[in-house]
């Protein structure tokens, strides 16, 4: 049978509907916009698009957004004269510099610099010891994302074996942290494998709840699924793939693929995320809930 499929597209315009709704009302209680600085550093094309996607999701949900594009050739210090800049800056509520950043900039100098009340990514070592310690600040937009999506579908993580596949900071080990939390999208058994990890395939096989986050072109094939398991697919590759035509000509296409081996995986699975469509329109909806949330928190701190 096939699975069915976690529609990340569908529960995310749900979410952005609940969060037009409380950014007009905060506005209308407080006469304060809640407002996102997006700093993104050089022409990488894959960044430029994801900082579109996040201007525009700003501007349907009514948050303000201030952007930043700054030039390769930008320094460290020039950057973090600019957080410095923003951090001080009462109206602006959220910081998030879109990554990677060029080589030659210190990377950690200028993430460890954001104010962790405005650190909407999660990023800071006070939000990421928060969330270690089950008292997060904010949550990191693609496991929260992940979190908000399995509870939609009335996906019990309590008790289950959870196999997230990828150890970064942005996804695998916040991830791992999330199905540990105590309390509802929580209460799990978490496995995190990794490139070094010794029979990964029989690891997954014991999975209730995978999610592949490794960033490789269609890792996880049906094989390493138990039958029954949710497959939550965080990868998003590119990959060139030869097709036939309608006139029966050879042809080379762009292809965007997940982590996970989608066709052969959805007939093992019971659910399953689909790539694109999937997990990646909720991490920017995640990212709209923590600026709204770090206005609240500013505006209850000062009044
Ligand atoms: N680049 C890819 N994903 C992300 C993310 O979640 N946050 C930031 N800041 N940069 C990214």
């Given amino acids: 049978?096939?699975?069915?499929?976690?529609?990340?597209?569908?529960?995310?315009?749900?979410?952005?509907?609940?969060?037009?709704?409380?950014?007009?009302?905060?506005?209308?209680?407080?006469?304060?916009q809640p407002t996102l600085a997006v700093v993104l550093v050089g022409d990488d094309p894959a960044s430029q698009v994801y900082v579109r996607n996040k201007e525009n999701a700003c501007a349907k949900v009514g948050v303000r957004s201030l952007m930043y594009r700054l030039p390769k050739e930008t320094t460290s210090d020039e950057l973090c004269e600019l957080i410095e800049k923003l951090d001080g800056d009462e109206s602006v509520h959220g910081i998030l510099v879109q990554l990677p950043l060029p080589k030659?900039?210190?990377?950690?100098?200028?993430?460890?610099?954001?104010?962790?009340?405005?650190?909407?990514?999660?990023?800071?070592?006070?939000?990421?010891?928060?969330?270690?310690?089950?008292?997060?600040?904010?949550?990191?937009?693609?496991?929260?994302?992940?979190?908000?999506?399995?509870?939609?579908?009335?996906?019990?993580?309590?008790?289950?074996?959870?196999?997230?596949?990828?150890?970064?900071?942005?996804?695998?080990?916040?991830?791992?942290?999330?199905?540990?939390?105590?309390?509802?999208?929580?209460?799990?058994?978490?496995?995190?494998?990794?490139?070094?990890?010794?029979?990964?395939?029989?690891?997954?096989?014991?999975?209730?709840i995978v999610v592949a986050a490794i960033g490789k072109a269609e890792f996880v094939t049906a094989d390493m699924i138990k039958p029954g398991a949710v497959v939550v697919d965080v990868g998003m590759n590119r990959v060139q793939r030869e097709i036939v035509d309608e006139n029966g000509e050879k042809k080379t296409i762009s292809k965007l693929v997940g982590d996970v081996d989608f066709d052969a995986v959805k007939e093992v699975a019971s659910w399953i995320t689909p790539v694109p469509g999937g997990v990646g329109p909720l991490t920017v909806t995640m990212l709209l809930l923590n600026t709204l949330n770090g206005a609240r928190r500013q505006v209850a701190a000062t009044r």
Avoid at 2 to 19: F, H
Avoid at 167 to 182: A, C, E, N, W
């Fill in 1 to 32: 049978m096939s699975a069915q499929i976690l529609d990340g597209k569908g529960t995310a315009e749900q979410i952005r509907y609940e969060i037009k709704d409380e950014v007009a009302r905060f506005i209308e209680e407080t006469g304060v």
């Fill in 104 to 208: 030659g900039i210190d990377e950690k100098r200028i993430l460890d610099l954001i104010d962790p009340r405005k650190d909407v990514d999660a990023f800071h070592p006070e939000n990421v010891g928060l969330l270690s310690q089950g008292r997060p600040r904010f949550l990191p937009c693609t496991p929260y994302g992940i979190q908000r999506l399995l509870a939609r579908y009335n996906i019990e993580t309590k008790g289950k074996r959870v196999v997230v596949i990828g150890r970064s900071d942005i996804v695998g080990k916040p991830m791992g942290l999330l199905f540990l939390q105590k309390g509802l999208g929580g209460d799990a058994t978490v496995t995190i494998c990794h490139s070094q990890t010794e029979n990964l395939p029989e690891i997954v096989r014991e999975a209730d």
